[in-house]
């Protein structure tokens, strides 16, 4: 019998995805919940609810809260936050390369260093460099790897990964689904989610 | 010196209000806040964003994972839960009545009623008849309180009220904001607005 698990769906621009990414190991190893990370891209999602861009973007007063809250409730969990320039961020090639990495098995240590690249020292994760050095601290040929996550079918991968999570329902970062298919939205419901019962 | 105190900003239709309405006074009284409720209409607020309902009528699968996300919560809290229809229902004349009780005192018990009705039993709060039965419960005449609540200097208050709200940053219910102005939105940020710090 497989063990109980959920998935963690998260855009590297998404702030939320952002405070979820730095606890969800920890929370899930404590909770005996094994962690899926299902990297991609919002973007689509919200351009077909009729958004070009972040609803943080669009609605000023939005924005203003989700800033506070989020320095508000980094600081109760010692946690770095500053907003990157621009926001939303351009995430596309950040994702092309989480999904090698989720062939591979380091997605989420890479992840975790785009995350804190962004959001702890305000890096620009559109640069190369920027996603180059957490995989040089991987150990790896950032160029090949970089090379490997333009190819066509790595980005058909990443097309076909967004296209699913809208056929699963997702409409916002981070979201959990468990095993049986319960879906959970936003960093706020983490726990919620870990605690399902029903997660066979 | 004044106490610590929290507004507790409101619009009768929203699910996450009622969440918030039926655990506020018992928190508050644990922090040793004071609550000043503050009902308002969301309407003008998401008209000036662009909407014509709520996010949660306007973006299906948003409005699918909130009452799922409202089912799980009100029974982790041992609270009943049931979406009204039509859904957003029309807080109008509720909010004109809750001024009245405002000012007179008796508004956290009558908006408790309120939305004990709606959202627990299903009931219609634009009808008269649902609003007049708390207003009875309170031992009231509710005929004579909806006239009051139809006369023109009322209405008036309640545009002041949602205008207050507009210019005061707020684009969403719950909201909390302490006395120095701190703006929690959700639910979900209850906790951290009671235990604000600064508060005074």
Redesign the interface.
Known sequence: MPGRAIEFWYDFASTYSYLSAMRIDRLAAAAGVEVVWRPFLLGPIFKA?GWDSSPFAI?P??G??MV??LE??AA?RGLSFRMPRPFPAHSLLAARIALLGEEDGWVAPFSKGVFEAEFAHGADIAESATLARPLDDLGFDSADVLRRAGAPENKERLRARSEQAQAR????APTFITRDG?????D??LE?ALDWPHNS
């Open positions: 609810q609605y007063a939005k203003r809260h506070r809250d508000r409730t109760t329902g997702i409409f916002g319960e879906l959970f939205w936003g706020d419901r919620q």
